[in-house]
């Protein structure tokens, strides 16, 4: 049996979980699609900083653009995508769900946080509202992650937030460990 293409799914249930319009995690945190005009506020915490960046290199403000042109370009493809996250009305990262290429139908969530929001629990914040959102949609048996190995933060939260490894392999060019997460 071959797998459907990421067109062909009904992506109905988790549009409406994680609609394109600004969500209030907390009084002071919220999610809001991304725009065009958030490409300086991305580079500001993006730019120059490998840890802050999936392919762990330095990043130029072109490679931030490039990033933020496949988030707009995931929201008219398939109706979500990852959020920006605001804290006190600044950007301070993405999170939310993107279309996971190794399962029909599936999706894998990120949560990248700006480093000098880093220790304030909002990943791990970010990460549990995520999977609330998710064990609220019936079409969606898991959730799916991929993380760098050397990411010792990302792979302990996953760990702890119930994420169980299920290989290894490359996601987007970079060596992964892949996770899933049973919804509800």
């Known amino acids: 049996m071959t797998q459907p293409e990421s ?4 992506w109905g249930d988790i549009i409406n979980a994680f609609p394109l319009k600004k969500l209030w995690v907390t009084h002071t945190l919220n999610l809001r699609p991304l725009t065009k005009q958030d490409s300086v506020e991305l580079g500001d915490f993006l730019s120059g900083d490998p840890e802050m960046t999936w392919t762990r290199k330095p990043w130029s403000r072109r490679n931030v653009d490039y990033l933020l042109s496949l988030r707009l370009s995931h929201y008219k493809q398939y109706g979500f995508g990852p959020y920006g ?5 600044k950007l301070i990262g993405m999170a939310g769900v993107q279309v996971w290429d190794y399962e029909p139908c599936s999706v894998e969530f990120l949560v990248y946080v700006a480093k000098s929001q880093w220790n304030q629990g909002y990943g791990t914040n970010l990460t549990k509202w995520i999977i609330d959102k998710c064990n609220d949609i019936p079409s969606l048996p898991f959730l799916y992650a991929a993380t760098r190995p050397e990411n010792t933060r990302i792979n302990h939260i996953v760990k702890q937030l119930g994420f169980m490894k299920t290989g290894n392999g490359e996601h987007y060019g970079y060596p992964s460990i892949y996770w899933k997460r049973a919804c509800k």
């Open 7 to 10: 067109s062909d799914c009904d």
């Open 85 to 89: 996250i605001e804290l006190d009305g």
